[in-house]
């Protein structure tokens, strides 16, 4: 454990402690204040599967947050971190970020880095990995005639997790079966079978303002927009998100003719070089920015 536990930036008088479930409407307050859209159910799951501490000031207000996720003996991502601009200005960003990577110990580390948060994670040694693009918006039904039809696209049961979460490693190149479980509980799946063989699937749940589709595993852009179709068709005229970093063009102007345009932007980065999966599927679609 760090043992800078409380910090003086300016007139701020901060203290550090592990975050709970306690705190859940506090830190919806919080995100809220940075605009981002997470409910206390989206802090819930994340609490589940994560740690995390908040920064508080001397009257027991949360004004920073920072989680890590550890996925198997050696790899995480950290998330959820938040702090004030003014907070962020005066160093409250870097000293929240040394107490979760002090938790993180060896292990490989990912996170998402939005564009205010990205001078503080090169000073911290990450390196830019890739980019993620937040598509969003009104879904709009999609037209079958528009489409490859792919008769081997089925509703997700019970009977393919073990295979959900097999597939999953292979293309992540970690087992993250605590996520992938933890997310098939709250989402209605799609999956892509061929000779009885399960070769893609697509998960969506609600999130934020609407749902999130995510993760999306195929083994091309055409099998990932017929698992992500029915989705899109499903949630008609309603707030639709995906996070990729996909850039192959039939799959983009997919999201677009779904109604999901380009929003936003963050940068995947990592502290160390990583270890690329080796196998013929390809992520489509993160779990979200926090989980990757």
Known sequence: MPSETSKRLETYELTIREMTLEDIDK??????????????????MLLTLGKGFVGCDPIGRIVASGMWFPIGSDFTTIGM??????????????WMMKHVMAQCEDRDIVLS??????????SLS???????????GIATSID?????????????????TESILQLDKSTFGTDRSNIIKTVLEKSQ??????????????LCRKFGRGHVIGPVVAQNSADAIALIAPHVNQHAGQFLRIDTAEQDKLFTD??????????DTVTAMTNKPLKKAESEFHSFALVSQALA
Do not use: C
């Not at 528009?146 to 019970?158: A, D, G, I, M, Y």
């Not at 997919?254 to 929003?263: A, D, H, P, V, W």
């Open 27 to 44: 830190l919806h307050e919080l995100s809220i204040t940075v605009l981002w859209p997470h409910r206390p159910e989206d802090w819930r």
């Open 81 to 94: 971190v938040i702090t004030s601009p003014r907070l962020q200005a005066l160093g409250g960003g870097r």
């Open 113 to 122: 880095s939005t564009k205010a948060g990205y001078r503080l994670y090169t």
């Open 126 to 136: 990450f390196q830019p990995v890739s980019t993620i693009f937040q598509y969003q």
């Open 144 to 160: 079958p005639s528009h489409l490859v039809v792919n008769e081997s696209v089925r509703q997700l049961e019970p009977k393919d």
């Open 189 to 202: 799946g799609s999956v892509l079978v061929r000779n009885n063989k399960i070769l893609g699937f697509a």
């Open 254 to 263: 997919f999201l677009n003719t779904s109604g999901m345009q380009e929003f």
